[in-house]
């Protein structure tokens, strides 16, 4: 069953940015543009991410709320606000406080780690195909001859990026940019070396893959 987030954010360009990157990743979102209605959702989230500058109720006021009733639910704070003070305030009831702006990841990252460090998320394992890839541990296994795959740094990030993707078609823009956090430039061979090299390693037959798809004309895609 995928965790639900109550998501509260008024501002609709943010909202619908991060409504739908969560979404992508399989969490089951409710983006609420105020606190209005909070209540009737905090008995069944797994985590809540607040906004703190919201019509009516400020996210500090409904977060220390939702925290006395539901002290075990992580809360994630959402803030432009960079002021030490605005942090502190946060973190005297929130889990993790969050500046504006950020990236997708990085907000994927801290609320999968706040679930797990809620006991609401195991540590899994994946197969796929004939790897056993160990997300926690940040190891993969061939599980034909249970030998550690030995990734280079790049090669790995490459491929988690896929794993945080499943079944998505991925364009070398969004791969490089995602990976080394810097606009693609047209022509560069970087990216598809190091998918060259990460398929020898991981795949039976590297010139016919089958864990790192070619989508021709578009990009790649590992299917889950």
């Given at each position: 069953?995928?965790?639900?987030?109550?998501?509260?954010?008024?501002?609709?360009?943010?909202?619908?940015?991060?409504?739908?990157?969560?979404?992508?990743?399989?969490?089951?979102?409710?983006?609420?543009?105020?606190?209005?209605?909070?209540?009737?959702?905090?008995?069944?989230?797994?985590?809540?991410?607040?906004?703190?500058?919201?019509?009516?109720?400020?996210?500090?006021?409904?977060?220390?709320?939702?925290?006395?009733?539901?002290?075990?639910?992580?809360?994630?704070?959402?803030?432009?606000?960079t002021?030490?003070?605005?942090?502190?305030?946060?973190?005297?009831?929130?889990d993790?406080?969050?500046?504006?702006?950020?990236?997708?990841?990085e907000?994927?990252?801290?609320v999968?780690?706040?679930?797990?460090?809620?006991?609401?998320?195991?540590?899994?394992?994946?197969?796929?195909?004939?790897?056993?890839?160990?997300?926690?541990?940040?190891?993969?296994?061939?599980?034909?001859?249970d030998?550690?795959?030995?990734?280079?740094?790049?090669?790995?990030?490459?491929?988690?990026?896929?794993?945080?993707?499943?079944?998505?078609?991925?364009?070398?823009?969004?791969?490089?940019?995602?990976?080394?956090?810097?606009?693609?430039?047209?022509?560069?061979?970087?990216?598809?070396?190091?998918?060259?090299?990460?398929?020898?390693?991981?795949?039976?037959?590297?010139?016919?893959?089958?864990?790192?798809?070619?989508?021709?004309?578009?990009?790649?895609?590992?299917?889950l």
């Open positions: 069953m995928n965790k639900q987030i109550l998501y509260i954010e008024d501002d609709a360009e943010i909202g619908k940015w991060v409504d739908g990157h969560l979404t992508e990743r399989g969490y089951d979102v409710i983006w609420l543009t105020s606190g209005d209605k909070a209540a009737d959702y905090w008995e069944r989230s797994d985590l809540v991410i607040l906004d703190v500058m919201l019509p009516g109720l400020d996210g500090f006021s409904i977060g220390q709320r939702m925290k006395k009733t539901y002290p075990d639910t992580p809360i994630l704070m959402l803030s432009a606000r002021a030490i003070d605005d942090k502190l305030q946060g973190l005297q009831f929130a993790d406080y969050v500046t504006k702006p950020f990236h997708p990841d907000l994927a990252a801290r999968e780690v706040l679930l797990r460090r809620a006991g609401k998320l195991s540590a899994p394992m994946i197969q796929l195909h004939h790897l056993k890839v160990y997300m926690e541990e940040n190891r993969i296994v061939d599980s034909r001859t030998e550690e795959i030995m990734l280079t740094g790049k090669q790995f990030q490459i491929f988690m990026y896929f794993l945080r993707h499943p079944n998505q078609i991925l364009t070398k823009e969004q791969l490089y940019e995602g990976v080394w956090g810097e606009p693609f430039i047209d022509g560069d061979k970087s990216l598809m070396v190091h998918i060259r090299y990460l398929r020898e390693k991981i795949e039976r037959d590297p010139g016919q893959p089958e864990i790192v798809e070619t989508i021709r004309g578009i990009g790649y895609r590992v299917k």
